[in-house]
């Protein structure tokens, strides 16, 4: 039980305190990905849904993980983006740029 408790106990001793960063993370992300052909509402937390119109997400996902970038389905039209701890800022502009590419 302990080895399943360890994780846990990290997540809420260690990763709520920098919860803030992750929102950050996520709404720099959402600011470089303005226009880029996918619609969102401003994040609150450290997930960016995205509609993308007429294209199939899932295609969408399928080409970005092509370039090592990876989103999750949610459905048909939509996909999601979620910041945590293993995500720099680096990472967020890569993916950003991968999305643009890709869309553009």
């Known amino acids: 039980a302990g080895v399943i408790a360890a994780p846990a106990l990290i997540g809420l001793e260690s990763m709520t305190k920098r919860l803030g960063e992750d929102h950050e993370s996520c709404r720099r992300l959402a600011a470089k990905l303005k226009g880029a052909g ?29 370039e090592g970038v990876l989103f999750s389905l949610i459905s048909a039209h939509e996909m999601r983006a979620v910041t945590h ?3 720099t800022r680096v990472d967020c502009e890569r993916a ?3 999305l643009r590419g890709v869309l553009c």
């Open 96 to 98: 950003a740029d991968v």
């Open 85 to 87: 701890h293993d995500v």
């Open 38 to 66: 996918v619609t969102f509402d401003e994040p609150q937390t450290n997930i960016l849904v995205m509609h993308t119109g007429a294209r199939k997400a899932a295609d969408v996902i399928a080409a970005c993980a092509k």
